[in-house]
């Protein structure tokens, strides 16, 4: 699983382009976590990434979560991964 990175500069203000930079890592590290398995699940295990045995597979709102953020990494255009079709993909 994936690790967020702390982009702060230090002196414990934040700029604007530290939480976009930080909300974009958030959104590669989820849709990395939920590509990663063979279906989207109702949730994850926090530390292992995993969905748990009762986890419901191929649940709404992680798939509706899930197309929201592929379209916005898709149009973005600015993300550490290229990703040029993740819905495609997806489904």
Avoid: C
Avoid at 3 to 11: D, K, R, V
Avoid at 50 to 61: D, E, I, N, Q
Avoid at 62 to 81: H, M, S
């Amino acid at each position: 699983m994936a690790q967020l990175q702390n982009t702060g500069s230090g002196s414990g203000q934040k700029r604007a382009e530290d939480y976009l930079d930080l909300a974009r890592e958030l959104r590669d590290a989820t849709l990395d976590l939920i590509m990663s398995q063979p279906s989207i699940y109702e949730y994850y295990h926090a530390e292992t990434g995993k969905p748990p045995a009762r986890s419901v597979p191929t649940f709404g709102w992680t798939a509706a979560v899930f197309i929201d953020l592929a379209i916005q990494a898709t149009t973005e255009g600015n993300t550490k991964k290229e990703r040029p079709s993740l819905v495609n993909q997806a489904m």
